[in-house]
């Protein structure tokens, strides 16, 4: 049974860290490209990173480039985001997701997706 488990999230303050993870079950997370997005209230799920299969490059939009790091752990099937710097406009659930092709920016492109973690950056 294919199953992607997003977790990690929680409250932070301004500046602060968190390391969220896509763990993956009944498939190999090394042979799919990887995305993270969030949503905030009211607002459209963004793009915030994305890894292609089998290391391949990874790609971050403005927003967040220089402080989110995304990574690979195919011994674990995991996929990690790393956050630093967080400010009150990271507030948002954030999702993994996978796709078959390579990264794209857009969610309808991708094809099975964890359900979520909540994120949080007090002021």
């Known amino acids: 049974q294919v199953r992607l488990v997003d977790s990690g999230g929680g409250l932070v303050q301004v500046g602060g860290s968190l390391r969220l993870s896509c763990a993956a079950s009944?498939?190999?997370?090394?042979?799919?490209?990887i995305g993270w997005f969030r949503q905030a209230p009211g607002k459209e799920r963004e793009a915030v990173s994305c890894?292609?299969?089998?290391?391949?490059?990874?790609y971050y939009p403005d927003s967040v480039k220089g402080r989110f790091t995304i990574s690979r752990d195919n011994a674990k099937n995991t996929v990690y985001l790393q956050m630093n710097s967080l400010k009150p406009e990271d507030t948002a659930v954030y999702y993994c997701a996978f796709r078959y092709l390579r990264c794209s920016s857009y969610p309808r492109e991708y094809n099975y997706w964890g359900r979520g973690t909540q994120v949080t950056v007090s002021s």
């Open positions: 890894i292609n299969s089998r290391g391949g490059k990874t």
């Open positions: 009944g498939f190999t997370l090394d042979d799919y490209t």
